[in-house]
């Protein structure tokens, strides 16, 4: 089946800090993958949308330039929370859509990543 | 403006029972609407879909009935095992278009079963 990786699963970083998230898909290529945020006893929120090789498309609210996303291939997209606050502190997940042309494509989510900021 | 909701946040059966998971959405634009399951430290998987187009949709012991005037959807799980024990996600997107749409979550319902 479908694998989605996401590195690291846990990150501690101090405030003022930047914090990359790597997420891979590993026996598909992605044309899109989703960046998702989630809060504490609240849904997965989509932050934004990555297609290989163009600029990110970010959901209403979210900075693009606090949450850098980079789609450089097929299999990796990257979140880089630049000058975290302790407001950051969530959990991040990624999904990759594997395209096959239709647009109920399933998703395949990674396994998150659980950022906390101090 | 919580669009597909998820009222009930855990839910206990025992082995052998049903477990019947309820969503609602406010959306009429929702065309599409999926499951997942979520173990802990572990991204969701997908469970079942449905198509607007249909009110029933049935895999294995999972069946997703879809209530399209009352705007509310269920997970039917029969007969529920302790390896069901997770926590559901109901999401649900527009109709297609020809492109991708955004596919909105609910916050999800935290399974038990009882063994």
């Known amino acids: 089946g479908a694998v989605v990786s996401q590195h690291p699963s846990r990150v501690i970083c101090k405030s003022g800090t930047s914090v990359k998230i790597e997420c891979r898909s590993l026996d598909f290529q992605a044309t899109t993958m989703f960046w998702y945020r989630q809060f504490p006893k609240q849904s997965l929120m989509l932050m934004a949308t990555?297609?290989?090789?163009?600029?990110?498309?970010?959901e209403q609210g979210v900075e693009k330039d606090k949450f850098l996303i980079n789609h450089a291939s097929l299999t990796l997209s990257t979140l880089t929370v630049t000058s975290a606050h302790p407001e950051d502190s969530s959990f991040y997940i990624c999904?990759?859509?594997?395209?096959?042309?239709?647009?109920?494509?399933?998703?395949?989510f990674g396994p998150g990543t659980r950022l906390t900021v101090l | 403006d919580q669009q597909v909701k998820q009222n009930s946040p855990s839910l206990s059966v025992q082995e052998g029972r049903i477990s019947i998971l309820n969503c609602d959405y406010t959306n009429s634009m929702f065309d599409y609407f999926l499951w997942y399951k979520k173990y802990p430290a572990e991204g969701p998987t997908f469970l079942i879909s449905i198509s607007s187009i249909k009110d029933k949709n049935e895999d294995g012991r999972f069946t997703v009935f879809l209530n399209k005037s009352a705007k509310h959807l269920s997970l039917h799980i029969v007969p529920s095992q302790p390896g069901d024990s997770a926590v559901y996600f109901c999401a649900a997107s527009p109709a297609g278009g020809g492109g991708y749409q955004k596919v909105t979550f609910g916050i999800g319902t935290k399974l038990q079963v009882i063994p």
């Open positions: 999904s990759a859509r594997d395209f096959r042309g239709f647009v109920t494509d399933t998703q395949y």
């Open positions: 990555s297609n290989e090789g163009s600029k990110a498309t970010y």
